[in-house]
């Protein structure tokens, strides 16, 4: 008969080992999502943005540390023009039993500027003095790595007594529905982190592009016809095109394979409807596509829930499309150490369009905010406002000016804008209080 402390002895063992599976039983296997937002002007022209500050990612969340030859530069991104945001692409790992990994990004095209966990190196591949023009593709590099990912065994109780995983209501929304899949938790221990070992459920990033994305959107002046062309040499399987106004929404699925020759389809077949019954179809069939495309069920649900308010809340017209897998492994070059048996990789491209319409009326507020009095000006803010740009009134007011060879129109459309987000920022203030 066993003594009490041999028994114990014996269950430690037990628990602290791992089980002992084939690596057909345990398969090692590694899946990823994220987003790529360019907006384009109704002739299908890319336009540089200022994708805004996160302000939608927790405190604990590494920011803004950019440099060449591995010295760190530090800089706000909301003071960065881009041709693409890059948006939480997320990597889970799956494995029944503990597993150490090496894993390896190389951004090719871009800049990094936030993460989590931290990584063992994250560092810029180009000369200092290319980080913020557009050179060639090619020669523009950023690699993150992160060093001995321990993959935790299923069975773990090490993250329950983890604070980290317990969000705060309102608090980071989107970086916290990520976590909603069963993918296994990690712990990862890098020597510049804030504390001495971090752990996740999955590794995050994000980052600024300065390349023309896979898919061109126009719109003819009479907002009539709707343009896609495939700029790459892969065939884009699945898009969906979505229309938001005044809290109405119209939702279509494009049919067919958008290729290098331009598809031309009408943009209003489908009515107006109420914003929440139109988007709970739009989610449906999105987190369908993203299943058909290799994700699980509980990743695609993950990914459409973090963007439901962006993807199918915001006002103005998108064209939402599954990026082709070869321009990901392209432009994401992802490498884990051992080999998984399986990586799925699925990102969303969305092209966010500045129609003809809207451009009308944002010169229109110009010229009434150049030329009206106190009264005048102050409706025309309240008119920009009510286009409902947000993020992308930056582009929006480019296009406006990019024709004109008046300077008094540029400056007043800079006053125009200015005014627009001081009206913003107080109204922001007063929430807050």
């Given at each position: 008969?066993?003594?009490?402390?041999?028994?114990?002895?014996?269950?430690?063992?037990?628990?602290?080992?791992?089980?002992?599976?084939?690596?057909?039983?345990?398969?090692?296997?590694?899946?990823?999502?994220?987003?790529?937002?360019?907006?384009?002007?109704?002739?299908?022209?890319?336009?540089?943005?200022?994708?805004?500050?996160?302000?939608?990612?927790?405190?604990?969340?590494?920011?803004?540390?950019?440099?060449?030859?591995?010295?760190?530069?530090?800089?706000?991104?909301?003071?960065?023009?881009?041709?693409?945001?890059?948006?939480?692409?997320?990597?889970?790992?799956?494995?029944?039993?503990?597993?150490?990994?090496?894993?390896?990004?190389?951004?090719?095209?871009?800049?990094?500027?936030?993460?989590?966990?931290?990584?063992?190196?994250?560092?810029?591949?180009?000369?200092?003095?290319?980080?913020?023009?557009?050179?060639?593709?090619d020669t523009r590099q950023f690699v993150?790595?992160?060093?001995?990912?321990?993959?935790?065994?299923?069975?773990?109780?090490?993250?329950?007594?983890?604070?980290?995983?317990?969000?705060?209501?309102?608090?980071?929304?989107?970086?916290?529905?990520?976590?909603?899949?069963?993918?296994?938790?990690?712990?990862?221990?890098?020597?510049?982190?804030?504390?001495?070992?971090?752990?996740?459920?999955?590794?995050?990033?994000?980052?600024?592009?300065?390349?023309?994305?896979?898919?061109?959107?126009?719109?003819?002046?009479?907002?009539q016809a709707l343009s896609l062309n495939?700029?790459?040499?892969?065939?884009?399987?699945?898009?969906?095109?979505?229309?938001?106004?005044?809290?109405?929404?119209?939702?279509?699925?494009?049919?067919?394979?958008?290729?290098?020759?331009?598809?031309?389809?009408?943009?209003?077949?489908?009515?107006?409807?109420?914003?929440?019954?139109?988007?709970?179809?739009?989610?449906?069939?999105?987190?369908?596509?993203?299943?058909?495309?290799?994700?699980?069920?509980?990743?695609?649900?993950?990914?459409?829930?973090?963007?439901?308010?962006?993807?199918?809340?915001?006002?103005?017209?998108?064209?939402?499309?599954?990026?082709?897998?070869?321009?990901?492994?392209?432009?994401?070059?992802l490498q884990v150490t051992p080999q998984?048996?399986?990586?799925?990789?699925?990102?969303?491209?969305?092209?966010?369009?500045?129609?003809?319409?809207?451009?009308?009326?944002?010169?229109?507020?110009?010229?009434?905010?150049?030329?009206?009095?106190?009264?005048?000006?102050?409706?025309?803010?309240?008119?920009?406002?009510?286009?409902?740009?947000?993020?992308?009134?930056?582009?929006?007011?480019?296009?406006?000016?990019?024709?004109?060879?008046?300077?008094?129109?540029?400056?007043?459309?800079?006053?125009?804008?200015?005014?627009?987000?001081?009206?913003?920022?107080?109204?922001?203030?007063?929430?807050?209080?």
């Amino acid at each position: 008969m066993l003594t009490r402390l041999a028994q114990a002895l014996v269950a430690l063992v037990a628990f602290a080992a791992p089980p002992a599976v084939s690596a057909n039983d345990d398969p090692f296997v590694v899946h990823e999502w994220g987003t790529f937002t360019t907006v384009q002007g109704a002739d299908g022209e890319q336009i540089w943005w200022q994708p805004p500050a996160s302000v939608d990612l927790p405190d604990f969340v590494y920011r803004a540390a950019l440099g060449g030859d591995d010295r760190p530069v530090t800089f706000n991104p909301k003071d960065m023009s881009a041709l693409a945001r890059m948006e939480t692409p997320v990597i889970y790992f799956y494995s029944q039993r503990e597993r150490v990994a090496d894993v390896r990004v190389l951004f090719r095209g871009g800049n990094l500027t936030e993460w989590y966990p931290q990584p063992m190196r994250v560092a810029a591949q180009s000369p200092q003095s290319e980080l913020y023009t557009m050179p060639a593709r090619d020669t523009r590099q950023f690699v993150i790595e992160w060093n001995g990912v321990k993959i935790l065994a299923r069975d773990t109780r090490e993250m329950a007594l983890d604070k980290l995983i317990r969000s705060k209501p309102g608090d980071g929304d989107h970086y916290y529905i990520a976590r909603e899949t069963d993918a296994n938790f990690l712990r990862i221990a890098a020597p510049q982190a804030r504390s001495r070992v971090e752990h996740e459920r999955d590794l995050f990033y994000r980052g600024l592009g300065y390349f023309q994305a896979p898919l061109a959107v126009g719109m003819d002046a009479d907002e009539q016809a709707l343009s896609l062309n495939a700029r790459e040499a892969e065939r884009i399987d699945s898009a969906f095109l979505v229309s938001i106004r005044r809290g109405m929404m119209r939702y279509q699925r494009i049919a067919g394979a958008i290729a290098n020759a331009a598809a031309v389809i009408d943009p209003n077949t489908q009515p107006f409807g109420a914003l929440e019954d139109v988007r709970k179809v739009a989610m449906q069939d999105m987190a369908r596509a993203l299943v058909a495309a290799g994700l699980y069920e509980k990743e695609a649900r993950a990914m459409v829930n973090t963007w439901q308010d962006q993807w199918f809340a915001e006002e103005g017209t998108r064209v939402l499309y599954l990026l082709p897998r070869p321009w990901t492994d392209r432009t994401l070059q992802l490498q884990v150490t051992p080999q998984p048996d399986q990586i799925v990789r699925v990102m969303v491209g969305r092209a966010e369009l500045i129609t003809p319409s809207v451009e009308r009326d944002l010169r229109q507020q110009v010229l009434t905010y150049s030329t009206g009095d106190a009264k005048a000006k102050a409706r025309a803010v309240d008119n920009v406002r009510a286009l409902g740009l947000g993020r992308f009134l930056y582009a929006a007011s480019t296009r406006v000016v990019r024709d004109r060879k008046d300077k008094a129109f540029a400056l007043a459309t800079d006053a125009l804008m200015r005014a627009v987000n001081a009206r913003e920022q107080e109204d922001a203030r007063s929430a807050r209080n």
